[in-house]
Every structure is written in C-alpha cells, then in structure tokens.
C-alpha cells in the first residue's frame, strides 16, 4: 500500500503545456506515475512527453479514467482549475501553485471537503509513494522504498530530510509536503491518521516549522490517537519575531507559534523531536 | 499589506460601516478650525499606538496644532508618525470589539466580537467572546447576527445597527481580500455604531487584483526593500554569516543549524524555486550590500538545479568579486556538474549541511 498515491493513480496534468508541466510530467513519468492526461484549454491534440493534452478536466477524465490531478496553473487562475477538477469528479488534487489568494484558497478546500475530495497544497512540492508513483516536483533521486511516512510544512527541507533517511539506508512508504500556506487543503492531523491506519507505514516524521498553530494540534491528535512512534523537526527556532520567514504562514508574532511551543507540545506527547534536519535519520536509526 | 487606520476607514466608508468624518494631515498647520473637541491620531502601522502616546485630544486650534508639532515625526515603536488623522471626538457610550480572520484550524473565515472592546482581544477571557466559523462559500446569514445580539447584550434597536456593522465588515472581508478586518473599538453613540478605529490587513497574494489600492511600505531596511522588489525573500538578522538558501523551510533549517554550531547568521535569503542564474547574481548583489563576513550558500536542488545556481555565482562573482569566503553547500538535481562549475571558481561545495555550517561558522569566527 502506501497513502494516497500508488501504482493505480492515473494522474493528469493541469498546466501541463507550461515550462513546469512539461518539465515535471518527465521527472513524474520517470519515477513511474501513470500520467494519462494534460489539460490545457486551446490546446486539445497535442501531446507532451507522449501524453494526451484536452481542452477540459471533464473530457480529459471521459478518454482516460484520470482519478487525481496535479495542477501548474499560475496562481489568479489556480482556483478555477481546482474546481473544474472537482466538478469533474476527479478525488485528488495536488495543488503545486505558490501565491494562491487565501479567499480561493478557502473557498476551493471548502468546496472539495464538500464534494469529499482532497485537495493537497496549495504551495506544496506533492507527494511521492517510492517505487509506485509521484504527483509532485520532488527530485526523484532522493527517495527509497520503505516504512516511513513522511509529512511536511516545507518543500526543500522535506527533500533534506528524505534524502538524509535515504542515506541512512530508512525507506519511506509515502511521503507528503502538506504546503506552507496558512490555509491547507489537507493538514497534519489529517496525514498522521493516514498514516496511523497505512498498514505498509511504521513510523511517522513531521516536519514543521513557525507559524499558526498546527503543530501543536496534532501534537494533541497524537496523543489520543496515534501509536505508530513519531518523529519530528520545527524549522525556525532561531528565526526573530515579528519577522516572516519566506512562507506567508511562517511568522511568529505575539508569542503564538514559536518553536519552543511546539517542540514543548510535540514531546509532551511522546514525539522524539530533532534539533537539525538530519538528527532525524539519527533518532530512526537508534530505534531500530 | 498593512492598511493605515486612515485607508482602512475609507474603505470601511464604502462598504456602509459609519466611521467618523475625518482628515489626515502631514503638517499642523494644516489642521483646519473646528468646533469642539478634536483626537489627532498617529498613522503608523503597530499596535498600541495610545498608550505609547500617539493619540491625543484637543479643544481648539491652537492646541491642535501644538500638539501635532510634537506626534509628527515621533518615533512609536520604531514606526516614524509622518500623517495624522484628525476626526472629531465621538461621544462614547460603549466599546465593542469585532473582527473577521483567516482561521487556520477550521480553513474558513471566523467572525469574533466581544462587548469588552478597546482592548488587547488577546487578553479577553474566553467566554466573553462570541466566535463563530463563517463558511466562505455560504457567508454570513441572520441568524448568527442574531446569536453575536444576544450574545452581546444588545438591545433590539441596537441589534439592528449590529445588522449593517457585520455586514458590512463581511463585505470588506472578503470583497478587499483581507487577513485580517477589525473594528476596535467598534463605539456605541447616541447615533448608533461607529467604527472609532479600523485595522485592514489586505492578503498579499490577492494585491494583483486590487491595483486601485495604494502600496503602503513597510518599515523595511533599505535592503530589505530592494530585495523585495526582486521577489527575493529576505529578511537582515544580526549576525555575520550570509545566508543563501532555497525554500524558505530549509533557510530557517540553515540558520538553526548555524545556530546550533554557535554562530549567527546575517541575513535570511530565500531564492524560491528558480531555474534563472540571473535571480542568484541578483542575490548576491543584495547580501554583497549586508554587513557579513562569510556567505554560505545551501542549496538542495530541485527545481531550483545546482548548476543554475553555480552558474550565477559564479556570474556573480565575474561581474564583481566578493571579497569574503563563500562556503556552499549543494545537494540534488545536477550537484555535480554544479560542484564542477564552482570548483572552477575555486569554491569547494560540501554535500552535507553539517559539514559546511561548521566551516562557515570557522571562517565567520576570524580562524
């Protein structure tokens, strides 16, 4: 198994005739996705890396049984992309597009949860399930197959941390960049229970970092529901506050959202919390 | 974006919420007579602005203007006062508070108010709030108007009042894109609700579709400015090594693991995702200008390549050298042809963090 993505995932590219769509519907196909569709309205019969492009998410679905999308559209146009996914019935949408206005970020998560689809990201790197599939712009080498789920606020941390417990010789069933936004499609509480219910999955990271309170939530969902162990790593404990830290939602201000907070709550729930990224690997590696 | 109180209450304005009939000015003489009694409010972009001394009454010109001689151009928490806002002194029956934000938890709107108004909404006790999840796709309906009424003791003519203050500042938050839209105090009078003071933070993500809005500048360094107008991510700290990352998670995870080996990092540069060598020269243009002693440059590479990135340092360097140590670090999509391009410059590039932030730490510490 592994979560959310597989070798069965059909997976179509929205964006896909873009310097980006194009370049990642390579980098996908290498790693093994079965990317079956590209849209691109006006674009309908051309074919990129031997992929079919439509003109909508609903034809492109009706010729290839697409069941999850990847979206490169430019952020103004991200959420009627996201829609016309939904609407087309499609139950995975892995929402890549940094700058998303938060109003359409509401609303698009909010009409997903509505019509019980998930939406991933915006401003997330996706994920990947080595040795099945990948629905994102994770570089392709830093992964191995194996028993660890991973869950990330960040992107090129993520592939840090990947990449350590690759070289650590620590595999991973499926791992998540959840996205940075401070309004997420799916959250942590949401992968960790994915994650606790993913027979395939043994242990759990988390990497988190300022900002909001999420850590802290799921620290709480740990506590009453998770038994898998869990790992993790909070980037920014040494970031000023009042300053944002690149991503809109990495911000401390009025003493919410530190990394004291959530390393104080993440251990009191029996998380094993790292100090710097490849400390993780290091914590796996002695339980073992 | 930070709105000033006086851009806020005119947007306010437009969407039905009554705010007093005021004026900024930028000069005391430009105070105009009144009747009366006036309040000069201090337009800067933080919190706390009374207590720090920023707003003040007076009773007739003369007085106003003495008294604007000496806001102008204070300083309130590092926030230069270079506008004023005069209005006339509202007459206060009571102090409500009311505000709609983006809630991170619940990822729909939240509508919260409280009669205890005027101050901090932080140090309200809980159940004196009235907070309630709005979903953005259904909007406000009459009955939680009713509910926050009830809740806030109004009397049934003032909860018809309360009907077009909700409204409006739902309208505001949502048709202006903002994080944040709050009214404290939102002011009882004998005329009915008044917004006495109004804080408006637009979405930055949302400003390319409300162009007509003025840009309000933050208090940025000058650096700290020009980096932005590149869309580099970067924030000046005050340490002495230069920091050059990409993604904002692994910049904070740099500065952290510096941290960890005792030293400090300078600057916080994020380069995003790119496959341009043009946006790196133009980083190093930037932390070329911070007070550092040694740049160290992480970057795991994804869609940002390592040898896009070697090829603009090493552009960079062309063009105008640094005359400080460049440790860097380069890991993933292309690292070698990177490490082959700055090794040409006679960078070595490490491949784990650990290894280069200690070097970099040595080379910052004068060893």
Redesign the interface.
């Known amino acids: 198994m592994a979560v959310l993505v597989d070798e069965k995932t059909r997976v179509l590219v929205q964006g896909i005739t873009g310097h980006q769509g194009r370049y990642h519907t390579r980098a996908m196909k290498e790693f093994g996705t079965n990317v079956v569709a590209g849209v691109t309205p006006g674009k309908a019969g051309e074919l990129v890396e031997d992929v079919p492009v439509f003109n909508t998410v609903r034809d492109a679905v009706n010729e290839t049984g697409a069941s999850a999308s990847i979206i490169f559209v430019p952020a103004p146009f991200a959420m009627d992309a996201v829609l016309e996914s939904i609407d087309a019935g499609i139950k995975l949408i892995v929402t890549i597009t940094e700058h998303v206005p938060v109003h359409d970020a509401m609303k698009m998560v909010s009409y997903a949860k509505m019509k019980g689809t998930r939406i991933i990201g915006p401003n997330c790197p996706g994920l990947a399930s080595p040795g099945k599939a990948k629905v994102g712009i994770l570089p392709n080498t830093v992964f191995t197959e194996g028993n660890v789920g991973v869950v990330s606020r960040s992107g090129t941390l993520t592939y840090e941390i990947v990449n350590s417990l690759t070289e650590a010789g620590i595999g991973q069933s499926t791992t998540v960049g959840i996205g940075g936004d401070p309004v997420i499609g799916t959250n942590f509480i949401e992968m960790l229970e994915l994650f606790e219910n993913d027979p395939d999955t043994e242990k759990i990271v988390m990497v988190g970092e300022i900002g909001g309170t999420a850590e802290e939530e799921a620290a709480d969902y740990i506590k009453e529901h998770i038994t898998k162990p869990v790992y993790a790593y909070i980037a920014g404990r040494t970031a000023p506050p009042g300053k944002r830290m690149g991503h809109a939602g990495a911000i401390v201000t009025r003493g919410r959202g530190t990394a004291e907070s959530k390393i104080r709550a993440l251990e009191s729930a029996g998380v094993k919390v790292a100090k710097i990224p490849t400390e993780i690997a290091e914590l796996i590696a002695k339980d073992l | 974006m930070k709105l000033y109180e006086y851009m806020a209450k005119e947007i306010f304005k437009k969407h039905g919420i009554p705010v007093p009939e005021g004026y900024t000015v930028e000069k005391p003489e430009d105070i105009r007579p009144f009747e009366g009694e006036v309040v000069l409010k201090s337009q800067v972009l933080v919190g706390g602005r009374g207590k720090a001394g920023g707003i003040k009454f007076a009773s007739g010109l003369e007085e106003a203007r003495k008294i604007a001689e000496q806001l102008l151009g204070m300083d309130i928490k590092g926030y230069r006062v270079r506008k004023l806002l005069i209005e006339p002194k509202i007459n206060i029956q009571k102090e409500y508070y009311m505000s709609f934000i983006?809630d991170?938890?619940s990822?729909?709107?939240m509508l919260i108010a409280s009669a205890e108004g005027g101050v901090e909404i932080?140090s309200v006790p809980d159940e004196k709030l009235f907070r309630r999840t709005i979903?953005?796709?259904i909007g406000i309906q009459p009955n939680v108007i009713r509910a926050l009424s009830y809740k806030l003791g109004l009397t049934k003519e003032q909860a018809k009042g309360m009907v077009r203050i909700v409204n409006g500042l739902w309208e505001v938050f949502?048709q202006e894109?903002a994080?944040l839209a709050e009214i404290n105090p939102l002011v009882l009078t004998p005329d009915g609700f008044v917004a006495a003071d109004a804080k408006l933070i637009i979405?930055?993500?949302?400003l390319?579709?409300h162009k007509d809005l003025e840009i309000v500048e933050e208090e940025y360094t000058p650096l700290e400015r020009e980096a932005r107008e590149k869309g580099i991510?970067f924030?000046q700290?005050d340490g002495n090594i230069g920091v050059i990352?990409?993604?904002?998670?692994?910049?904070?995870?740099t500065?952290?693991?510096?941290?960890?080996y005792e030293g400090k990092?300078g600057t916080?540069l994020?380069l995003?995702?790119t496959?341009n060598p043009e946006k790196v020269k133009e980083a190093f243009g930037i932390i070329r200008e911070a007070p550092i002693d040694v740049v160290f440059l992480n970057i795991?590479?994804?869609?940002?390549k390592c040898d896009t990135v070697a090829t603009g340092v090493v552009e960079a360097m062309k063009d105008r050298p640094m005359n400080m140590p460049i440790v860097a670090r380069i890991?993933?999509?292309n690292e070698e042809e990177g490490k082959e391009i700055l090794r040409s410059e006679g960078i070595h590039a490490f491949s784990?963090?650990?290894e280069a932030a200690r070097e970099a730490v040595k080379l910052a510490g004068g060893e």
Request: net charge negative; no cysteine; proline share 2%.
């Open positions: 983006v991170r938890s990822r729909e709107a932080e979903n953005p796709l949502t894109d994080d979405n930055d993500d949302s390319f579709r991510a924030v700290l990352a990409n993604g904002a998670g692994l910049t904070m995870a500065l952290d693991v510096l941290s960890l990092a916080f994020d995003g995702g496959d795991f590479g994804g869609i940002t890991k993933g999509v784990t963090l650990d």
